[in-house]
């Protein structure tokens, strides 16, 4: 069975900088990349980004200069680089992963969420 587990939120002051981790376990077929979301209680999750098969990345525009998705060489493992942060950005963060049976599209399709993890960043 395939799992992510998210790492690295913390408790930040705005203008300051953290680095989210997602790291794969399990079986994995082809490993067409990983995205990024995240969640304030109350609210639908938010695409924050997306790192393909090609290492080229993807990004809402509130998050654009600012954060930075990539992977590992393997494709086992996502990071998220977020610099600058604002108080906005304060959210749980959850890792998603297109592993799949057969060839990548371009569409992704997530096939395994993570845990999240949180990020609070205060004034």
């Known amino acids: 069975q395939i799992q992510l587990m998210e790492s690295g939120g913390d408790s930040v002051q705005a203008g300051g900088s953290l680095k989210l981790s997602c790291t794969s376990s399990?079986?994995?077929?082809?490993?067409?990349?990983f995205g990024w979301y995240r969640q304030v209680p109350g609210n639908s999750r938010e695409w924050v980004a997306t790192?393909?098969?090609?290492?080229?990345?993807h990004y809402t525009p509130s998050v654009q200069g600012r954060f930075t998705a990539s992977q590992n060489g393997a494709m086992t493992e996502s990071y998220l680089v977020m610099n600058d942060l604002k108080t906005e950005d304060t959210a749980r963060y959850y890792c998603?992963?297109?592993?799949?049976?057969?060839?990548?599209?371009?569409?992704?399709?997530?096939?395994?969420w993570g845990q999240g993890t949180q990020v609070t960043v205060s004034s």
């Open positions: 998603a992963a297109d592993f799949r049976r057969g060839a990548c599209r371009a569409e992704p399709s997530w096939s395994v």
């Open positions: 790192v393909r098969r090609d290492d080229r990345a």
């Open positions: 399990g079986v994995i077929f082809s490993k067409c990349g």
